[in-house]
């Protein structure tokens, strides 16, 4: 059992043995620390019972907001009960059937705010716990509750609007991308957590990592030694994936971290694609490659996933080399350069709330999503089929043709579906008051294409220089013009470059490149005509 920082929070250690990390670890002892992080997984999974002490409730609010969180799960879990599919419960309209009572919903807002939420660690304690229970002064609540208001907020746009925004996404990873990897126990409690978990798909230790990244950490090392008690944590011969030791600097653990993904035949080929720049500065940081990813740096969304039917690098393996110098040698084909670059995209300009919009858009009554379509018809040149097709090219990039679901939605659908998003966003740059009217049409618009278009945040779109390709793609908010696109064999997604000298390349991100996605280059460049690809370093 597991508590800490209450002095009145008694534990009935009369049947049972209790433990409290911060003090059986000497803190200040990296040795001790380096054999203890290693026993973590085995401490968490044989305790009974894992106890959250969130604090004294010093405003006594914990009875009304767990009762208000159970009972919200309680009455959707019902309508998932009774249509079967999430999507299939009728849109939620006034008067709603579950609290929309905004000081209520405050309570929630200040729990999620707890220091607990934040911390990196915590994902093991909970994860691997056979039951885990949150106690806040003198209430508790299983704390599978909060994983499924976490998911409910993520599947519904009309449940989130509701209760108004709970910043739950951290939350939603973690059950979707962390939690789903450790065997069920508590995950089994409420049907949308299981539904999460429950199937058997491979999972990676990257996205465990990815799903973490930014959260709160006395070490920023803890970023990787967090998780190496979880069952993806090994090479396919049972030895660690990375042995935790805190005498080396947060650069050679990243380093070295990186290397030893590129070693597992499972992570290899999406290591690249959890790298994220969130400055040009650190394209150039002398103390680590550019090719390696920095975890404690917040990051939400990829665009290569192991599940997507994403093949843009063929279907061989991913046979990278790091040399001597830290340079990752790999084997690509440059398809051509990036030509003109768009403003960032945010996703609080994609969405229907003319609030939440950027004052730039709000001033001109103008969605963003005009803007960016003027940008993109100024700077692309249209085939000989004329802007027609161009709007398609851009409409399927900005959704990244439904990585997770090729072939469901078809041409005309699509865009009928971006004519309804276009009407919607229009209509709220007249009138921020407006309201949308409750349809089907509308109804699969919220709940699917504007999930989709969030994923679009903080990318650009590019129009590329191609021989190869349809003219757009989604690259990193870095990339600039003059950067090469590339196919790295074995690589899922393309990648962007930045060319230093002859074959040296700084790595700038992962991108969504139309019309190469599903393997097209590595085909008819490879094994149709037999050419070879180029030897490119990355530094």
């Not at 079967?84 to 929309?100: M, Q, R």
């Not at 990787?224 to 993806?232: C, T, V």
């Not at 290397?259 to 650190?282: D, G, I, Q, T, Y």
Request: charged share 20%; net charge negative.
């Amino acid at each position: 059992m597991k508590t800490s920082g209450n002095p009145n929070h008694k534990l009935n250690l009369s049947a049972s043995f209790g433990r409290i990390d911060a003090l059986c670890i000497d803190q200040i002892n990296n040795v001790e620390k380096n054999h203890q992080v290693k026993r973590m997984g085995t401490i968490y999974t044989g305790a009974g019972e894992v106890v959250v002490w969130l604090g004294n409730d010093e405003e006594g609010i914990a009875g009304d907001c767990f009762d208000l969180i159970s009972s919200t799960n309680s009455y959707l879990d019902q309508q998932l009960a009774t249509y079967g599919a999430v999507l299939d419960i009728p849109t939620l309209v006034k008067p709603y059937s579950i609290c929309n009572d905004q000081s209520r919903w405050d309570k929630v807002r200040k729990m999620l705010l707890l220091s607990w939420f934040a911390r990196v660690w915590v994902i093991q304690e909970a994860g691997l716990a056979k039951r885990c229970t949150l106690r806040w002064g003198q209430d508790e609540l299983d704390f599978c509750h909060i994983m499924e208001l976490a998911l409910w907020q993520f599947h519904r746009e009309d449940m989130a609007a509701v209760t108004g925004p709970l910043q739950l996404t951290r939350l939603n990873n973690l059950c979707r991308h962390v939690y789903r990897t450790y065997d069920k126990t508590w995950r089994t409690n409420l049907p949308l957590v299981q539904a999460n978990v429950g199937d058997d798909a491979i999972q990676l230790f990257l996205d465990v990592l990815f799903a973490a990244s930014g959260m709160g950490v006395s070490d920023k090392r803890d970023h990787i030694f967090a998780f190496l008690g979880g069952p993806l944590s090994f090479q396919p011969d049972g030895t660690p994936l990375v042995e935790p030791d805190y005498n080396k600097d947060l650069s050679d653990v990243n380093f070295e971290t990186a290397c030893s993904f590129l070693r597992h035949p499972r992570e290899a080929p999406f290591l690249l694609s959890r790298v994220k720049h969130f400055s040009p500065n650190s394209l150039n940081d002398p103390k680590i490659p550019s090719w390696v990813p920095r975890w404690d740096v917040v990051a939400e969304f990829s665009i290569s996933r192991h599940y997507f039917w994403y093949r843009a690098g063929g279907n061989g393996n991913f046979m990278p080399e790091v040399r001597g110098d830290k340079t990752l040698a790999v084997q690509g084909i440059i398809i051509g350069s990036v030509a003109f670059v768009s403003r960032i995209i945010h996703k609080q300009n994609l969405g229907t709330d003319r609030n939440a919009w950027d004052e730039e858009y709000r001033v001109a009554c103008k969605p963003f999503i005009e803007v960016l379509w003027g940008e993109i018809l100024q700077a692309a040149t249209p085939a000989t089929a004329g802007t027609g097709q161009l709007e398609k090219d851009f409409v399927w990039t900005l959704v990244r043709a439904f990585p997770a679901t090729p072939g469901k939605t078809c041409d005309a659908e699509h865009m009928a579906n971006f004519a309804a998003y276009r009407h919607l966003v229009r209509s709220a740059a007249r009138d921020s008051d407006s309201q949308p009217a409750s349809s089907h049409d509308t109804e699969a618009f919220l709940r699917d294409f504007m999930r989709r278009l969030n994923y679009c945040d903080d990318l650009r779109v590019a129009v590329l220089d191609s021989p190869h390709t349809s003219q757009l793609g989604l690259v990193p908010h870095v990339a600039l013009p003059g950067d090469y696109c590339c196919i790295l064999l074995g690589v899922p997604v393309p990648m962007v470059l930045r060319r230093v000298a002859d074959n040296r390349y700084i790595f700038v991100g992962e991108s969504y490149i139309d019309g190469v996605m599903a393997g097209e280059i590595v085909r008819s460049q490879v094994e149709e005509r037999g050419n070879k690809a180029h030897l490119l370093l990355l530094r």
